[in-house]
T-cell receptor
Framework: TQLLEQSPQFLSIQEGENLTVYCNSSSVFSSLQWYRQEPGEGPVLLVTVVTGGEVKKLKRLTFQFGDARKDSSLHITAAQPGDTGLYLC??????????????FGQGTTLQVKP | DAGITQSPRHKVTETGTPVTLRCHQTENHRYMYWYRQDPGHGLRLIHY???????DKGEVSDGYSVSRSKTEDFLLTLESATSSQTSVYFC??????????????????FGPGTRLTVL
């Protein structure tokens, strides 16, 4: 069974602090996505990384795909209360392109206090 | 906006009753998915569909069935609801898909969810 382990599961920080969320697996993925979910809503796609070693930036969010395509990280600089939410990573395993079945991590609940 | 709606948004039912959740999309996407979300488990795939009348099981399919008689609707049925099926259910569509192959990225767009409580 392919698994994606996210850490930490919970994170409570003060506004202005930096943080990193990790997503690790023993399996190789053809691509990896990060989603953000707010209470009472469905997850919303933030980014997709597809190349080993790839780094993508969205304003204060930096996403990295590991060289071996088994892990990824999300780094938030100078967190703001609006960043509060559940962050989910999801990987597309090799061989799943014909079904599109994603493997999701357990999620990281982030709380940013003013 | 991927035009995905789910109904009902909230439902309370009793153990042993049948329940059907509906997912409706307006953009003719071929691939649709049903997930359940529980604390500490992220999203787990129940069933998915790759076209009208074409469905397959996910990792937690026991106790659930699905049907897709039209492209725009994907129904999830709990034949006899149990308390372990209390959860939040999300429907999703794949961003792209032509023919039988989805794109290698398979970005997914989610509906707003249905909160189901089985007493």
């Amino acid at each position: 069974t392919q698994l994606l382990e996210q850490s930490p599961q919970f994170l409570s920080i003060q506004e202005g602090e930096n943080l990193t969320v990790y997503c690790n697996s023993s399996s190789v993925f053809s691509s990896l996505q990060w989603y953000r979910q707010e209470p009472g809503e469905g997850p919303v796609l933030l980014v997709t990384v597809v190349t080993g070693g790839e780094v993508k930036k969205l304003k204060r969010l930096t996403f990295q795909f590991g060289d071996a395509r088994k892990d990824s990280s999300l780094h938030i600089t100078a967190a703001q209360p609006g960043d509060t939410g559940l962050y989910l990573c999801a990987g597309l395993p090799y061989g799943s392109s014909n079904t599109g079945k994603l493997i999701f991590g357990q999620g990281t609940t982030l709380q940013v206090k003013p | 906006d991927a035009g995905i709606t789910q109904s009902p948004r909230h439902k309370v039912t009793e153990t042993g009753t049948p329940v059907t959740l509906r997912c409706h999309q307006t953009e003719n996407h071929r691939y649709m998915y049903w997930y359940r979300q529980d604390p500490g488990h992220g999203l787990r795939l129940i069933h998915y569909s790759y076209g009208v009348k074409d469905t397959d099981k996910g990792e937690v399919s026991d106790g659930y069935s699905v049907s897709r008689s039209k492209t725009e609707d994907f129904l999830l049925t709990l034949e006899s609801a149990t308390s372990s099926q209390t959860s939040v259910y999300f429907c999703a569509i794949s961003a792209r898909g032509t023919g039988r192959q989805v794109s290698s990225y398979n970005e997914q767009f989610f509906g707003p969810g249905t909160r189901l409580t089985v007493l």
